[in-house]
């Protein structure tokens, strides 16, 4: 793995990370494909979307179909037919979202399966095992992550037990793959501060923020993003896990990270909301009806290129899938496109003008 | 609208057909994208799979998105992207669907609007003006289609009030534009010969036969299919509305049958049933959780050529939409071979043999 910073402004940063011979640039912005496919999407659409990065789930893939049918095929990306990079996330956040059902002990998460009942025990050892085995590019710690908000008390040992367990993933990386730290701590700054060096002292490959976007609010994530992502180690990726919308990802930039995941862009299509360079567009908005123009002037993606937004708001009145695709293909876009302009930005150094520019679109999400 | 015979064999023929400076094969399969879209696929997803036509709705697509949109686009082609042909059923068989919401006088057919219960009078000259207006390669002319069994005297006054609708339909047609009547009748051969005559001297550009698939056993419909075929003019292309099965699809094609519209192959699609040169697969089949080949290894569309029977059984597993489209591909891509070794099956004089040859994969629905 190498990670070649090339322009720096202020704490922003664009370089390039190589694994395996593929690389990508950063900031980079990675799609969600939990079970090896983006919602809608294959993975030559993913190409048309200029995606170098997605981000796969270790914990979905485990349960279905299981690690023996990807390692049968020699990994993920023979299964899904993707030469791109993929990060697997650990399923720290994946057993959070399980929320009761759950018993963490310091051994791990144990849970009944929700697709057969099986009883599963995550450790870190195991999640290793499976990221290695479906072979994915870049792994992450297993951690636990808290609900917001959580009490110091609980909240330090949380993160106590995601440090044992972070120093527990490193010694069975058996592939020495690369491989990320998380850091933890909640909205507490001492608690941050504490976790995030005790993973510099175990020399990860990268460092995550984890435990945000989890219903804090706003401001306070963009603290905990402002306060600890400078301070990780400068020639490592650094990547805020679970933001975000174009404004989040752009201060994170700003504040220094490298990297980025969300639902967003692919949930928020299927639902209508697309993201333009004049800020968002709802497709069920009446006034939309009767428009010959694509879903953005602007935009090259393929949507925009080949259809008019009255057609595509037409398919998805008609509950056509078709419709799901195109926003899909379009707000991909727009994020890969998105992040393509923040590098410029922050080479040219008008990365305040840029985000400036992104205020003026998309402080308020408009309702047209 | 040119018909140009190149091969016979029997009753069968291989022709090419050109309306517009747009040129098809037959015998020919059309798609159904009832919406303006077949589901789950956009206009090049059609092109990849080698689709020349497909067949859309009057019907639908006048109650939405309404006639007024797609006028402003200057018709379906630039609605929905596609540059190939476009034959539109009129409506007769949608109102049929409606069932007994519906009520028929010799005016036309009024019904509510499923979708805003809008009362409709659905008539002849609404659905030619219809017809016209989103600028189609081939009409059809409005009729009346009856559920099977139907006794003879309703048969009878249901044949002949699509008579005179099918006159109404020729007579409103303003832009003389390519117009296919529909023969009715029933399983009564002496109420077929009289609709077939009676359309043959109104001088259409096309004859098809309607009102099967609706219910009646499959050796009826042959009948029906065999005595009729070969007496519709010679030198103009023939269509059986709403079949079939690869088998159905062959028959027709040995009576001299020339076009085909059926939802099987997407319908089928999105339940998971795939069409093989080694007959019906099941996505949903056990047998295909570890199977690392494609659905056929024969075949030659997108999907076998890029992904494996088991991942998609796994999308399919998860209800991620892109099992749907896939299979959809390699089913739309399926028919359009199918009707390629069919022609090709007439040009070098071996249909019956490549029917046996079907006959082994398909006679019955193969549970594998």
Redesign the interface.
């Given at each position: 793995m190498k990670f070649s910073i090339k322009n720096t402004h202020k704490h922003s940063r664009v370089a390039s990370l190589t694994i395996n011979n593929k690389t990508i640039n950063t900031p980079a912005f990675m799609t969600i494909g939990t079970?090896?496919?983006v919602?809608?999407?294959?993975?030559?659409d993913l190409k048309k979307c200029k995606a170098e990065i997605i981000l796969s789930n270790a914990f979905h893939l485990m349960l279905?179909?299981g690690v023996?049918?990807i390692q049968?095929?020699g990994g993920l990306h023979e299964?899904?037919?993707w030469d791109g990079m993929i990060l697997t996330d650990s399923g720290g956040y994946q057993v959070f979202s399980l929320g009761k059902d759950v018993k963490i002990t310091n051994k791990g998460a144990e849970f009944r399966s929700p697709f057969n009942g099986d009883r599963v025990l995550m450790t870190p050892e195991l999640s290793i095992d499976v990221q290695t085995k479906i072979n994915t590019d870049i792994m992450m710690i297993f951690d636990e992550c808290i609900k917001y908000p959580s009490d110091m008390s609980t909240t330090d040992k949380s993160m106590e037990l995601s440090l044992r367990w972070a120093e527990r993933s490193k010694q069975s990386n058996y592939l020495s793959k690369p491989l990320f730290g998380i850091v933890q701590g909640g909205m507490y700054p001492e608690l941050r501060e504490k976790s995030r060096e005790a993973l510099i002292d175990m020399e990860f490959d990268g460092y995550a923020l984890g435990g945000l976007s989890v219903g804090e609010p706003t401001d306070l994530m963009y603290e905990v993003i402002d306060e600890n992502a400078h301070k990780l180690p400068t020639n490592k990726p650094r990547y805020v896990m679970g933001i975000g919308k174009p404004l989040d990802i752009a201060y994170a930039v700003r504040a220094g990270v490298d990297m980025f995941d969300c639902v967003i862009p692919t949930r928020n299509a299927r639902n209508g909301q697309l993201f333009t360079s004049t800020g968002i567009k709802r497709i069920r908005n009446a006034k939309y009806?009767?428009d010959?123009s694509p879903i953005d002037e602007q935009c090259e993606c393929y949507t925009c290129k080949?259809?008019?937004i009255?057609?595509i708001k037409?398919?998805d009145?008609?509950n056509?899938?078709?419709a799901?695709?195109?926003m899909t293909i379009h707000n991909v876009y727009f994020y890969q496109n998105l992040m393509m302009e923040l590098r410029n930005a922050i080479i040219s150094s008008s990365l305040d003008d840029y985000i400036a520019q992104l205020e003026r679109n998309f402080r308020e999400v408009k309702n047209d």
């Open positions: 079970y090896g496919a919602k809608t999407m294959d993975s030559s279905r179909p023996n049918l049968k095929f299964f899904m037919n009806t009767n010959l080949n259809f008019s009255s057609y037409h398919l009145r008609c056509e899938i078709l799901a695709r195109l």
